[in-house]
C-alpha cells in the first residue's frame, strides 16, 4: 500500500530556506534540505519530485571572481579616458586618435570572440585565463610606448587589452546560464554586473586624473603610464587569485528519458490440459508491465525544434538595439567630457586639465552607485520592460538637458554634472534588462548565442560612441547630442510597438 504523502507547506518552505545539507532527505513532512547554489526539490500531492530551479545561483566564490573579473575589466577600460588625449597628443596623436584608443579594443574583442567559443569547451576557466594574460600584457604594452615615444604603441597595447574583453561576454553568460543562475536571479546578478561598470567608470577615470596630476617624473612610470602599470600589477594577483579559488560549471547532463510503464493482458493458453488454471486467471486476472522505450519529446530538445516567431525576432532586435544604444552614449559621452572641457569653443567654460575631466566623469559614476544598488533590490519585483523605460527616460531626460544648455550657450560646471549624471544613471540601468529580459523569452540551450548577439550590439556601441566622442568638438556638440536622441528615439519606437512581447518574470 502506497505511503501518505503530504503536501508542501509553508513550514516546509521556511524549514527549506533555513536549513541546508548536501543531499535531500525524506521526512514525514516532506521537508528537503540542501545547500545554496543547490537545486531544490519538491515533493507535490501525488508523490512525483518537481525541479524549483528559479532560485538558483552559482557557488559564491565562482560568482565573486566573474564579478570582480568584470570590475577589473570596466577599470581597465576606462583608467585611461582622462589621460588618452594628453597622451595621444605627446606622442603626436588627435582627439579622434585619443577616441580610436579607448573604442579599439572592443573590436578585436569582437574579432577574438568566435574562434575563443570554439576552445571554452562550454565553460569559463580558459576565458579566464586568456583574459587575465591579455590583460597583463596589453597593459604592459600601452605603459612602454611612452619609453619608445611610438604613438601606435598605445593602439597596440589597447588592441592586445581587448583581447581581455572578450570576457564580458562570459561574464554575461554567466549570469544568465541555465545552468547554474535560476530564471528569478538573472535580472539581479545582470544588476551586479552594471554595478560593477558603474564602479568602472567612475574610480577608473578617478584614479587615472589622479596618477596624471602626481606624475612621476619617470620616463617608465608616469602620469600617462602609471594607470597601465598598476592595472597590469592588479591583474597579474587577480590571475593568481583566480587560478586557486575559481571552480567551472559543471558539464551538462543528458536529459533523462523518461519510460513510462503500460500494463498488457498475458496471452491466452490454448493447452487444454490446463483448463482448471485458465479458469483460476480469468476470475483473478494478471497484469504484466513492460517498459517501452520512449520517444525524445520536443520538451528535451527545445534547441532543435524551437522555431522564433515575429514577436521574439521583434524583442531581439529592441534588446540589441537597446544593448548598443547604451553602450554608444556612455561612451560617447566619457570619451567627450576630457574633449570637451579642454577645447577651445565658445561654449566651454571650463578648460580643464585631465585630472579635473577625470574627477567630472568620477563624480557622476560615483553619484550613480547609490540609485544602482537600489535598483538591485527593486530587480526582484519590477518587470524587466518598465527598468527598461525608466533607464530610458532617465537617460532621454540628460540628452535633452545637454540640448538646451549647449543651444544657449549656458554651460556650467552644475548644468553639465546634472546631463552627465541622468545620462550615466538612465542608461546604466537600462543595460541591466537587455541579456536578462532576452534570455527569460527563449529557450536555455541558445543562451551562448543570446549572449553573443548582446554583446556584439556593446561592442558596437562601445566604439562608435568612444569614437562620436573624440569626434564631438569637430562635428559640433549639437550634432554630437542630437545624433545620441535620434538613437533613443528609434530604441522608444521599438519599445512601445513590442510593449506586450517584452513582459518577463521578474527577478
Same mark, same amino acid.
Given at each position: 500500500?502506497?505511503?501518505?504523502?503530504?503536501?508542501?507547506?509553508?513550514?516546509?518552505?521556511?524549514?527549506? *530556506?533555513?536549513?541546508?545539507?548536501?543531499?535531500?532527505?525524506?521526512?514525514?513532512?516532506?521537508?528537503?534540505?540542501?545547500?545554496?547554489?543547490?537545486?531544490?526539490?519538491?515533493?507535490?500531492?501525488?508523490?512525483?519530485?518537481?525541479?524549483?530551479?528559479?532560485?538558483?545561483?552559482?557557488?559564491?566564490?565562482?560568482?565573486?571572481?566573474?564579478?570582480?573579473?568584470?570590475?577589473?575589466?570596466?577599470?581597465?577600460?576606462? &583608467?585611461?579616458?582622462?589621460?588618452?588625449?594628453?597622451?595621444? @597628443?605627446?606622442?603626436?596623436?588627435?582627439?579622434?586618435?585619443?577616441?580610436?584608443? &579607448?573604442?579599439?579594443?572592443?573590436?578585436?574583442?569582437?574579432?577574438?570572440?568566435?574562434?575563443?567559443?570554439?576552445?571554452? @569547451?562550454?565553460?569559463?576557466?580558459?576565458?579566464?585565463?586568456?583574459?587575465?594574460?591579455?590583460?597583463?600584457?596589453?597593459?604592459?604594452?600601452?605603459?612602454?610606448?611612452?619609453?619608445?615615444?611610438?604613438?601606435?604603441?598605445?593602439?597596440?597595447?589597447?588592441?592586445?587589452?581587448?583581447?581581455?574583453?572578450?570576457?564580458?561576454?562570459?561574464?554575461?553568460?554567466?549570469?544568465?546560464?541555465?545552468?547554474?543562475?535560476?530564471? *528569478?536571479? *538573472?535580472?539581479?546578478?545582470?544588476?551586479?554586473?552594471?554595478?560593477?561598470?558603474?564602479?568602472?567608470?567612475?574610480?577608473?577615470? !578617478?584614479?587615472?586624473?589622479?596618477?596624471?596630476?602626481?606624475? !612621476?617624473?619617470?620616463? #617608465?612610470?608616469?602620469?600617462?603610464?602609471?594607470?597601465?602599470?598598476?592595472?597590469?600589477?592588479?591583474?597579474?594577483?587577480?590571475?593568481?587569485?583566480?587560478?586557486?579559488?575559481?571552480?567551472?560549471?559543471?558539464?551538462?547532463?543528458?536529459?533523462?528519458?523518461?519510460?513510462?510503464?503500460?500494463?498488457?493482458?498475458?496471452?491466452?493458453?490454448?493447452?487444454?490440459?490446463?483448463?482448471?488454471?485458465?479458469?483460476?486467471?480469468?476470475?483473478?486476472?494478471?497484469?504484466?508491465?513492460?517498459?517501452?522505450?520512449?520517444?525524445?519529446?520536443?520538451?528535451?530538445?527545445?534547441?532543435?525544434?524551437?522555431?522564433?516567431?515575429?514577436?521574439?525576432?521583434?524583442?531581439?532586435?529592441?534588446?540589441?538595439?537597446?544593448?548598443?544604444?547604451?553602450? !554608444?552614449?556612455?561612451?560617447?559621452?566619457?570619451?567627450?567630457?576630457?574633449?570637451?572641457?579642454?577645447?577651445?569653443?565658445?561654449?566651454?567654460?571650463?578648460?580643464?586639465?585631465?585630472?579635473?575631466?577625470?574627477?567630472?566623469?568620477?563624480?557622476?559614476?560615483?553619484?550613480?552607485?547609490?540609485?544602482?544598488?537600489?535598483?538591485?533590490?527593486?530587480? *526582484?519585483? #519590477?518587470?524587466?520592460?518598465?527598468?527598461?523605460?525608466?533607464?530610458?527616460?532617465? =537617460?532621454?531626460?540628460?540628452?535633452?538637458?545637454?540640448?538646451?544648455?549647449?543651444?544657449?550657450?549656458?554651460?556650467?560646471?552644475?548644468?553639465? !554634472?546634472?546631463?552627465?549624471?541622468?545620462?550615466?544613471?538612465?542608461?546604466? &540601468?537600462?543595460?541591466?534588462?537587455?541579456?536578462?529580459?532576452?534570455?527569460?523569452?527563449?529557450?536555455?540551450?541558445?543562451?551562448?548565442?543570446?549572449?553573443?548577439?548582446?554583446?556584439?550590439?556593446?561592442?558596437?556601441?562601445?566604439?562608435?560612441?568612444?569614437?562620436?566622442?573624440?569626434?564631438?568638438?569637430?562635428?559640433?556638440?549639437?550634432?554630437? #547630442?542630437?545624433?545620441?536622441?535620434?538613437?533613443? =528615439?528609434? =530604441?522608444? &519606437?521599438?519599445?512601445?510597438?513590442?510593449?506586450?512581447?517584452?513582459?518577463?518574470?521578474?527577478?
Amino acid at each position: 500500500m502506497p505511503g501518505l504523502t503530504l503536501p508542501p507547506t509553508v513550514l516546509s518552505i521556511l524549514e527549506r *530556506r533555513g536549513k541546508g545539507s548536501g543531499t535531500v532527505a525524506a521526512s514525514p513532512s516532506s521537508s528537503s534540505h540542501f545547500a545554496p547554489g543547490t537545486t531544490a526539490v519538491e515533493a507535490n500531492e501525488n508523490g512525483a519530485t518537481l525541479l524549483d530551479d528559479e532560485l538558483k545561483l552559482p557557488k559564491m566564490a565562482s560568482l565573486v571572481i566573474i564579478i570582480l573579473s568584470n570590475v577589473l575589466l570596466q577599470l581597465t577600460f576606462f &583608467i585611461i579616458v582622462s589621460s588618452s588625449n594628453e597622451y595621444a @597628443q605627446y606622442l603626436g596623436g588627435t582627439s579622434t586618435f585619443s577616441g580610436l584608443v &579607448i573604442g579599439i579594443p572592443t573590436v578585436f574583442s569582437g574579432l577574438a570572440l568566435l574562434p575563443l567559443m570554439r576552445l571554452d @569547451q562550454g565553460g569559463y576557466k580558459r576565458p579566464l585565463h586568456f583574459a587575465c594574460g591579455s590583460a597583463c600584457l596589453g597593459n604592459i604594452l600601452y605603459g612602454l610606448a611612452y619609453r619608445a615615444n611610438w604613438l601606435y604603441l598605445i593602439l597596440i597595447g589597447r588592441i592586445v587589452t581587448g583581447f581581455a574583453f572578450t570576457f564580458w561576454m562570459y561574464c554575461k553568460r554567466y549570469c544568465s546560464d541555465p545552468r547554474i543562475v535560476g530564471v *528569478r536571479r *538573472r535580472t539581479t546578478l545582470a544588476g551586479w554586473l552594471v554595478l560593477g561598470q558603474g564602479i568602472g567608470f567612475s574610480l577608473g577615470p !578617478f584614479v587615472g586624473g589622479v596618477l596624471y596630476k602626481v606624475g !612621476f617624473n619617470n620616463s #617608465v612610470f608616469n602620469g600617462f603610464t602609471s594607470p597601465a602599470w598598476i592595472m597590469a600589477v592588479i591583474w597579474a594577483i587577480f590571475w593568481a587569485v583566480a587560478a586557486i579559488f575559481y571552480e567551472d560549471v559543471p558539464k551538462a547532463p543528458a536529459p533523462p528519458r523518461e519510460v513510462p510503464l503500460q500494463p498488457i493482458s498475458p496471452p491466452r493458453r490454448t493447452s487444454s490440459a490446463d483448463g482448471d488454471e485458465d479458469k483460476a486467471d480469468d476470475e483473478e486476472p494478471t497484469r504484466v508491465t513492460t517498459a517501452e522505450v520512449a520517444p525524445a519529446r520536443p520538451s528535451e530538445e527545445p534547441s532543435d525544434r524551437y522555431r522564433m516567431d515575429g514577436g521574439k525576432w521583434g524583442v531581439a532586435a529592441t534588446m540589441c538595439w537597446f544593448a548598443m544604444t547604451c553602450f !554608444f552614449i556612455l561612451g560617447a559621452w566619457e570619451a567627450n567630457i576630457p574633449v570637451f572641457t579642454s577645447s577651445a569653443l565658445a561654449t566651454n567654460p571650463f578648460h580643464f586639465t585631465p585630472f579635473a575631466a577625470g574627477n567630472l566623469i568620477a563624480l557622476g559614476g560615483a553619484c550613480t552607485i547609490p540609485f544602482l544598488l537600489l535598483n538591485l533590490h527593486f530587480a *526582484r519585483r #519590477v518587470q524587466d520592460r518598465h527598468t527598461l523605460a525608466m533607464g530610458s527616460a532617465i =537617460g532621454l531626460a540628460g540628452l535633452l538637458i545637454a540640448l538646451a544648455i549647449l543651444g544657449e550657450e549656458k554651460v556650467n560646471y552644475g548644468s553639465l !554634472f546634472i546631463c552627465w549624471f541622468l545620462v550615466a544613471l538612465g542608461f546604466n &540601468i537600462a543595460s541591466t534588462v537587455t541579456l536578462s529580459l532576452l534570455s527569460k523569452q527563449l529557450p536555455g540551450e541558445w543562451n551562448g548565442r543570446i549572449s553573443l548577439a548582446i554583446q556584439y550590439s556593446n561592442y558596437s556601441g562601445r566604439v562608435t560612441g568612444a569614437v562620436w566622442g573624440g569626434a564631438g568638438v569637430k562635428i559640433g556638440m549639437l550634432s554630437y #547630442v542630437g545624433m545620441q536622441v535620434a538613437y533613443v =528615439g528609434i =530604441g522608444g &519606437i521599438l519599445f512601445m510597438t513590442l510593449w506586450k512581447q517584452l513582459k518577463a518574470k521578474t527577478g
